[in-house]
């Protein structure tokens, strides 16, 4: 796993039993305004409506290529963390906690009730930090039904996470994971250049 974590100290030295807000007034308003539109006009809509959910999250900043699709009921934490390429895809009831950037590179699925979380704390120090790392799926992964992806982690192309797995570790290209934790059970039997046809 690549260390491109970013620890998040707390804005001013507060006591502990006080806390502190990790983002600016400004972040913070922004993402209210986003959950608040999200909410009325995005989450709930008919699930064909895949141009309209990319246009609202590309007006807050995500990077959604024609062609992905964002399924209704997906949780988004900040859409300007959000990149999705060609035929890339989060299903229903996905939650993209992107507290640092998700990047779904082409044909990369994340099926229905997946969480892709970019954020943790620091348990070692006392005034618990936030701490974010982006999570890149590769193209041609999949992400199955109910997993967990942990900060940091990119799957390799052609790889997949089976339902309810776990992972907080890179997965290899053109393996299949299972478990919690994940762990490799086999190779797949598609080779990388069938996926181009």
């Given at each position: 796993m690549n260390d491109r974590r970013v620890v998040h100290p707390l804005p001013t030295k507060v006591p502990l039993k006080l806390g502190g807000a990790t983002?600016?007034?400004?972040?913070?308003?922004r993402r209210f305004i986003w959950y608040v539109v999200w909410a009325c006009l995005g989450k709930w809509s008919p699930r064909p409506m895949f141009g309209w959910r990319r246009l609202l999250v590309t007006l807050f900043g995500g990077k959604i290529a024609q062609t992905a699709r964002i399924y209704n009921n997906v949780d988004i934490w900040d859409p300007a963390n959000l990149d999705m390429a060609v035929f890339a895809c989060l299903g229903p009831g996905v939650n993209a906690y992107t507290m640092a950037k998700i990047t779904l590179a082409p044909r990369a699925l994340v099926s229905q009730g997946a969480h892709l979380c970019c954020g943790t704390h620091d348990v070692d120090v006392p005034e618990f930090p936030l701490v974010t790392s982006p999570i890149t799926l590769m193209e041609d992964c999949w992400i199955a039904a109910e997993t967990f992806v942990g900060p940091g982690v990119t799957v390799g192309p052609g790889a997949v996470l089976g339902a309810r797995a776990v992972t907080f570790?890179?997965?290899?290209?053109w393996t299949i994971y299972a478990g919690k934790p994940a762990t490799p059970k086999r190779k797949?039997?598609?080779?990388?250049?069938?996926?181009?046809n």
């Open positions: 983002f600016p007034v400004l972040h913070r308003v570790l890179d997965l290899a290209p797949r039997k598609i080779a990388p250049s069938d996926s181009d």
